[in-house]
């Protein structure tokens, strides 16, 4: 089984910056790509970035040029360092967690959500 857990969420001023992180742990074989959801009030749930083993990201168009994502494969940790922060980032951020668990099992794992509060 294998464990995401999120921290660095809060209430930032709009134009203000975070940094999210998300440590995987259990049974990783291997780690192939790790992405950064989130979820606005009555909204879906949309992919902000992602970042495969390596280092080759993906951005929605919304966060473009405002987001980084990053990624330490030895700490199977995953960042997210968000500048220029705007009310309508306001969202549960989510980490996913994509490969293969001991065993090769598949490995689709979920964090529990970090709340970013951007105030106006």
């Known amino acids: 089984q294998v464990q995401l857990v999120e921290s660095g969420g809060g209430l930032v001023q709009a134009g203000g910056s975070l940094r999210l992180s998300c440590a995987a742990s259990?049974?990783?074989?291997?780690?192939?790509?790790m992405s950064w959801y989130r979820q606005a009030p009555e909204k879906q749930r949309e992919l902000a970035a992602s970042?495969?083993?390596?280092?080759?990201?993906n951005y929605a168009d919304s966060v473009k040029g405002r987001f980084t994502i990053s990624r330490d494969n030895s700490k199977n940790t995953v960042y997210l360092q968000m500048n220029s922060l705007k009310p309508e980032d306001t969202a549960v951020y989510y980490c996913?967690?994509?490969?293969?668990?001991?065993?090769?099992?598949?490995?689709?794992?979920w964090g529990q959500g970090t709340l970013v509060t951007v105030s106006s």
């Open positions: 996913h967690a994509e490969g293969w668990s001991i065993g090769f099992k598949p490995l689709d794992a």
């Open positions: 259990g049974s990783i074989f291997r780690i192939n790509s």
């Open positions: 970042i495969i083993s390596g280092s080759s990201t």
